[in-house]
């Protein structure tokens, strides 16, 4: 049974990724009544092509009243906005997110929210789910691709 709730998790991690993706994913249920993923469909069972499309999440209507007027705008791309992060020490994404932020010499401000209690609030008040999130100007983007980001900067 764990084995198929893994497989689960690693369908849905998979196609939750920011990059375009295309497959052929089947769902089809067993005799006992569980749900089943595979890139193949099933020689003993019916199974039900499915359409995936990707998850990324980004709301330009987002206007964050966390940030306090006084905060100086970073250039960024031939424009002005302000970044900023919301991350923990251990998360993986989150480095992926500053150091491409260091490659392409982005200003951005970075809260930790395990380990400052601006952090924390301000995660609580966004009803922040997982790190990162990256807010940019007034635009938010939880998680972090550099394709994702871009997009962000264009919009």
């Known amino acids: 049974m764990l084995r198929h709730g893994f497989a689960f998790i690693s369908f849905v991690a998979f196609?939750?990724?920011?990059?375009?993706?295309?497959?052929?994913i089947y769902k089809w249920v067993d005799e006992q009544g569980r749900s089943h993923f595979s890139?193949?469909?099933?020689?003993t069972a019916q199974a039900e092509?499915?359409?995936?499309?990707?998850?990324?999440?980004?709301?330009p209507s987002y206007t964050p009243d966390i940030l306090s007027s006084g905060?100086?705008?970073?250039?960024?791309?031939?424009?002005?906005h302000?970044?900023?992060?919301?991350?923990?020490s251990w998360c993986g994404v989150c480095q992926k997110?500053?150091?491409?932020?260091?490659?392409?010499?982005?200003?951005?401000?970075?809260?930790?929210?395990?380990?400052?209690?601006?952090?924390?609030?301000?995660?609580?008040?966004?009803?922040?789910r997982g790190v990162p999130i990256i807010l940019v100007g007034n635009r938010r983007m939880n998680g972090f691709t550099?394709?994702?980001f871009e997009r962000l900067l264009d919009n």
């Not at 196609?15 to 052929?24: D, H, N």
């Not at 092509?49 to 709301?59: A, C, D, E, G, R």
């Not at 905060?71 to 002005?80: F, R």
Request: proline fraction near 5%.
């Open 15 to 24: 196609f939750s990724m920011g990059s375009p993706v295309s497959a052929e």
């Open 39 to 43: 890139d193949r469909a099933p020689s």
């Open 146 to 148: 550099p394709q994702a």
């Open 71 to 80: 905060d100086k705008q970073n250039p960024i791309a031939g424009t002005s």
């Open 97 to 128: 997110a500053k150091a491409y932020f260091k490659t392409h010499h982005i200003s951005y401000t970075e809260y930790d929210v395990e380990q400052t209690s601006k952090g924390r609030q301000d995660f609580q008040k966004m009803k922040g």
């Open 82 to 88: 302000k970044v900023t992060i919301y991350s923990t």
């Open 49 to 59: 092509q499915l359409t995936v499309k990707i998850n990324s999440y980004s709301s």
